[in-house]
């Protein structure tokens, strides 16, 4: 649980380009970078608080995104009191309402996208009626009154 939400791959673009997901950062620049001992910062990956990416040989290598959030933990626990455990249960419940909130961007896009091919299809059909027929229209729905009478022998 380490609060990397649409975490960007860079396998479609430039590989060395760097974003605030990319582990560049050992923990000594990490700890410097955040303000926090190094033994904070393996506590909190043991705890699930803030979890870096590992290298091929097991060293935790962390994000800008990791040291922001490396210093919202510090501050919620030092500022505002909160215990590691509601923490740990905050950062989820953030996770998660990125999550949600991505989620309905992207419904958004299909409704808005199906709404505008609704249209579409509309249009198109409408633009298939023919013109050489007049709509019908109820006459039982008028309130005129006709008074037919024949013509007898006049």
Request: charged share 20%.
């Amino acid at each position: 649980m380490n609060g990397r939400q649409g975490q960007s791959s860079n396998s479609f673009g430039n590989p060395y380009e760097l974003t605030e997901d990319t582990p560049v950062y050992v923990i000594s620049v990490a700890a410097q970078l955040s303000g926090l001992h190094p033994q904070t910062l393996r506590q909190y990956d043991r705890l699930g608080l803030v979890s870096p990416d590992r290298t091929a040989g097991r060293g935790r290598r962390y994000s800008a995104r990791d040291i922001q959030l490396l210093r919202e933990v510090q501050r919620l626990s030092q500022d505002e009191g909160i215990n590691l455990a509601g923490i740990k249960q905050i950062i989820a419940l953030q996770t998660q309402v990125a999550a949600l909130q991505a989620q309905v961007a992207e419904l958004q896009a299909a409704v808005e996208g199906a709404a505008v091919a609704m249209r579409q299809r509309e249009a198109q059909v409408h633009a298939s009626y023919r013109r050489d027929l007049v709509p019908y229209q109820d006459v039982r729905q008028s309130s005129a009154i006709v008074v037919w009478r024949p013509d007898r022998g006049r």
